[in-house]
């Protein structure tokens, strides 16, 4: 390219007095590196306007504050970059009571599930470290929570889904009796239903819905007897009358078709089948897992796992949980 050679002065740039050669080419190198930065910082501008609307690597994450019963209770609310400001699902998350929120979130893998323009997901924090099995404080703070954030305009009241793992699943199965017309969905892994609870349960409207449970569990016991969670140690029903109360609840009628999940890892002496209860309205479905312990199938382990039982690795349980919620909401 032919160097320009214009003796008309650059905007903002001295040029040296005419007929002094020695200083002209140091002050044209200046000339040439100013436009190049000028250029960079330009280009710079420009794709910076592209990057506002690419999509996150990750999640965003922050808490929530709700008054709920004069109490101040407290939730991690996680969600994608919102592309469009349209209401979303939420997923309600009621973990173990004794974990910390940042690893059961790594534990259980449903963030991983949800992509851009996903659901909201959110994590109850328990109230001192332990969750009510009764009506009381924290079925109240669920509802509360719920309201905000339809409220805010972020979520869709017609998409609530609920899921219970461990502890966590006695207020979820607790909110799915009393509060069938808040929930498009429900899941409950390695937990159970208290005897009382049982009893009294009488959703007011169908509900699809989902458990988990190891047949050799020693936690929380398949065929109901006495709980050994850390917080939660009441007599339980058995996996087959609970679903068969949220069967009856969606006119379900006689028996259960099963499907045998692949043994993908022969080794872990367990073997996965999925119960779904027949001619239901919605979804009645049981994760089945022979000989199979208190652990999501697939899932990491924690420090205690030998206690736990055997662990099944021929499915991913969030996934699992993933897929029926969506079928579900669909």
Known sequence: MAEETSNAPERGILRPPFG???LAPVFRAKIVRERRGALAIGLAFVLSLFAVGAPPAAAAS????????????????????????????????????????????????L??????????????????????AGPG??????????????????????????????????????LACDNAPLLAGAAVAISAMPVDLA???KPARPVPFMMIAGTADPVVPFAGGKAALADQKSDVASVDAILAIFGKAAGCGEGRTTTAIPDRDPRDGTRAYVDR????KVPVEL?????????????????????????????EAARLIWDFLRKAGS
């Open 20 to 22: 002094s050669p020695g």
């Open 62 to 109: 922050g808490r929530i504050t709700v008054q709920s019963g004069g109490v101040t209770r407290t939730a991690l609310l996680v969600q994608q970059r919102r592309l469009k400001q349209a209401r979303r699902p939420l997923v309600v998350i009621l973990r173990q009571a004794r974990e910390k929120g940042p690893h059961q979130r790594r534990l259980f893998g």
């Open 111 to 132: 963030d991983e599930m949800s992509g851009s323009g996903g659901p909201i997901l959110v994590y109850p924090d328990p109230l001192g470290g332990r969750w009510s």
């Open 137 to 174: 404080a924290d079925a109240a703070f669920i509802r509360d929570l719920i309201a905000r954030l339809v409220s805010d305009g972020l979520v869709d009241r017609r998409k609530v889904f609920l899921v219970g793992i461990g502890d966590g699943g006695f207020p979820a199965l607790q």
């Open 199 to 201: 009893t009294a349960c």
């Open 277 to 280: 209860l027949n001619g239901c």
């Open 287 to 315: 994760l089945r897992v022979e000989g199979g312990g208190h652990s999501l199938p697939g899932r990491p382990l924690t420090g205690d796992g030998p206690r736990l039982g055997p662990h099944n690795n021929d499915l």
